[in-house]
Nanobody, 124 residues
Framework: EVQLVESGGGLVQPGGSLRLSCAAS????????MSWVRRAPGKGLEWVSG????????NYADSVKDRFTISKDNAKNTLYLQMNSLKPEDTAVYYC?????????????????WGQGTQVTVSS
C-alpha cells in the first residue's frame, strides 16, 4: 500500500524557517518524481515545487522561488521542503504528492497519490 505521511508543520513567525518531511512507503521511492502542493485558507490548490526521481532536477512556483528548496533522500524514502524567509501568505496546508512516473512537466498535476497534509501557519 502506498503511503505518504507529511510532518514538520507548525506555527512560525514571519521571516522564520521550517522543514517539512514526507515519509514514503509501499513503493520504490527512487523511481518516482515527487511534488509539494499547498492550499491556503479559502483558496484553491497551488503547485509549489517538483523534483524528478533522482533528485537532480527541481522546479518552483514563482511565489516560493529562492526561498524554498525541495529535495529527496532516496536512501531514506523521504521528501523534504526547506522553507526559509516565510511570509504570512505561505500559510497553508502542505501536501506531498507522487507523480505517475520518474519525470514531470513544470506545474504538472499528474499525481496518483497524496499525503494527508501538514499545517503551516506564519504569523506573529
Amino acid at each position: 500500500e502506498v503511503q505518504l505521511v507529511e510532518s514538520g508543520g507548525g506555527l512560525v513567525q514571519p521571516g522564520g524557517s521550517l522543514r517539512l518531511s514526507c515519509a514514503a512507503s509501499g513503493f520504490t521511492f527512487s523511481s518516482y518524481a515527487m511534488s509539494w502542493v499547498r492550499r491556503a485558507p479559502g483558496k484553491g490548490l497551488e503547485w509549489v515545487s517538483g523534483i524528478n526521481s533522482g533528485g537532480g532536477s527541481t522546479n518552483y512556483a514563482d511565489s516560493v522561488k529562492d526561498r524554498f528548496t525541495i529535495s529527496k533522500d532516496n536512501a531514506k524514502n523521504t521528501l523534504y521542503l526547506q522553507m526559509n524567509s516565510l511570509k504570512p501568505e505561505d500559510t497553508a496546508v502542505y501536501y506531498c504528492a507522487r507523480y505517475r512516473g520518474a519525470d514531470y512537466y513544470y506545474k504538472s498535476w499528474d499525481y496518483d497519490y497524496w499525503g494527508q497534509g501538514t499545517q503551516v501557519t506564519v504569523s506573529s
